[in-house]
């Protein structure tokens, strides 16, 4: 039986930075974000919107009632968690209106939470093939004004639908995983930003998609050849580039411009977004399957998930097809291009206008999905 990616979407806020204008306000050359780290936008969201409301507006656009009535499970892989009890999931769980008699929960390792979640989700529908699962990755990547990682924040949710006989990608058997200990990126309780050791962070992604990478060769006997492309987890979209460029010293030309082609088409929109941890391979997978001008039914594509701490993975999919008619690339342009531009000013006014759970308020939003008010530190959304 085939399961996997039946339906995909993505959400990101209606507010984006201008990297040069940040480079610019930072005192920094432009081309250092533009090309040294290959970001030209990136999304920023007020406080009226988190983790559940980016959820909610990425799932609710691909859920049908049948969806819903036959959903077994609602996991959440976020690192930016709203409660240390309560998850996401529960909330989503209702204001989505998927069926009662379902499990819903949240998966945290850094930016690998989702890959988890799909994990799991395909093994619940290989022994319940009726049923199907929502898995939803959601994230606020925050570092700071004027922090080094500033210029690698984003905001926003993929969510996806596993099913069999799945219309989108189907989800291969073949998988190498890898977990290590490792202080290269972490977040202590309390908290509001993550401490980072950038040259180690850079260092163990590199080699983490290498370790993975020659173990499945190894494990499967699969080579470069027998890829069409290969999508990477973006916290920005050098850092992917960087680890791609590590094994194709070995390859041949062709091989080369085919995959480098392909992961430029995986960026398109990241460059414009910037960093969804959990959801920045799916935002990849997504940018892919919708700009690539060579895949066809039949390709596979190979997946590089990382977790700093750290957990990465690599697996992959075959393309079903007619798979370009279920994707959202209008939709998604549309999204992309109806943002509001801040200025650096209303950039950073926006980012210290902090949500303060201990004080009532409410707020106002247009989005279908946004917080409605907090009261004794219950959130209740629009819906």
Same mark, same amino acid.
């Given at each position: 039986m085939n399961v996997g990616i039946d339906k995909i979407n993505f959400f990101v806020p209606p507010y984006y930075v201008d990297m040069t204008d940040l480079a610019i306000a930072r005192?920094?050359?432009?081309?250092?974000?533009?090309?040294?780290?290959?970001?030209?936008?990136?999304?920023?969201?007020?406080?009226?919107?988190?983790?559940?409301?980016?959820?909610?507006?990425?799932?609710?656009?691909?859920l049908t009632p049948e969806d819903l009535a036959a959903i077994e499970m609602v996991i959440v892989g976020t690192e930016t968690s709203i409660d240390e009890s309560k998850a996401s999931a529960v909330v989503l769980h209702r204001l989505l209106g998927v069926q009662p008699f379902a499990r819903s929960f949240e998966i945290k390792e850094a930016c690998y939470g989702a890959t988890a979640g799909l994990q799991l989700a395909k093994s619940h529908v290989l022994t319940h093939p009726n049923s199907k699962v929502l898995v939803i990755a959601s994230d606020i990547a925050k570092y700071g004004l004027h922090s080094g990682g500033e210029p690698t924040q984003g905001a926003g949710a993929v969510a996806?639908?596993?099913?069999?006989?799945?219309?989108?990608?189907?989800?291969?058997?073949?998988?190498?995983?890898?977990?290590?200990?490792?202080?290269?990126?972490?977040?202590?309780?309390?908290?509001?930003?993550?401490?980072?050791?950038?040259?180690?962070?850079?260092?163990?992604?590199?080699?983490?998609?290498q370790k993975v990478w020659h173990y499945y060769q190894e494990k499967y006997q699969r080579s470069l050849a027998d890829f069409d492309a290969l999508a990477f987890h973006i916290p920005y979209t050098k850092m992917g580039k960087k680890a791609l460029l590590s094994i194709l010293e070995s390859e041949t030309e062709s091989e080369q411009e085919k995959i480098?082609?392909?992961?430029?088409?995986?960026?398109?929109?990241?460059?414009?977004?910037g960093n969804l941890y959990t959801g920045s391979l799916y935002l990849g997978l997504i940018s892919l399957l919708e700009n690539a001008t060579s895949l066809a039914a039949g390709n596979r594509i190979g997946l590089f998930s990382y977790g700093s701490g750290a957990v990465s993975e690599f697996f992959s999919g075959i393309l079903v097809e007619g798979y370009d008619a279920f994707l959202?690339?209008?939709?998604?342009?549309?999204?992309?291009?109806?943002?509001?531009?801040?200025?650096?000013?209303?950039?950073?006014?926006? *980012? $210290? @206008?902090? #949500?303060?759970?201990?004080?009532?308020?409410? *707020? $106002? @939003?247009? #989005?279908?999905?946004?917080?409605?008010?907090?009261? $004794?530190?219950?959130?209740?959304?629009?819906?």
């Open positions: 005192d920094v050359d432009p081309n250092k974000f533009l090309i040294g780290i290959g970001q030209e936008q990136m999304a920023v969201c007020p406080k009226s919107q988190d983790i559940v409301t980016f959820a909610a507006n990425a799932a609710k656009q691909i996806m639908l596993i099913s069999r006989d799945p219309r989108i990608l189907v989800l291969e058997d073949q998988n190498a995983m890898l977990t290590q200990d490792i202080y290269d990126f972490w977040r202590p309780i309390g908290h509001p930003h993550p401490t980072v050791n950038g040259p180690l962070s850079n260092a163990t992604y590199i080699e983490s998609f480098l082609k392909a992961y430029e088409e995986s960026i398109i929109y990241s460059r414009k977004v959202q690339k209008e939709a998604h342009q549309q999204l992309l291009a109806n943002r509001q531009k801040l200025s650096i000013a209303e950039y950073e006014a926006m *980012f $210290e @206008d902090q #949500l303060d759970i201990n004080q009532s308020n409410t *707020f $106002e @939003d247009d #989005l279908p999905f946004s917080l409605v008010s907090v009261e $004794e530190t219950i959130r209740t959304y629009k819906q």
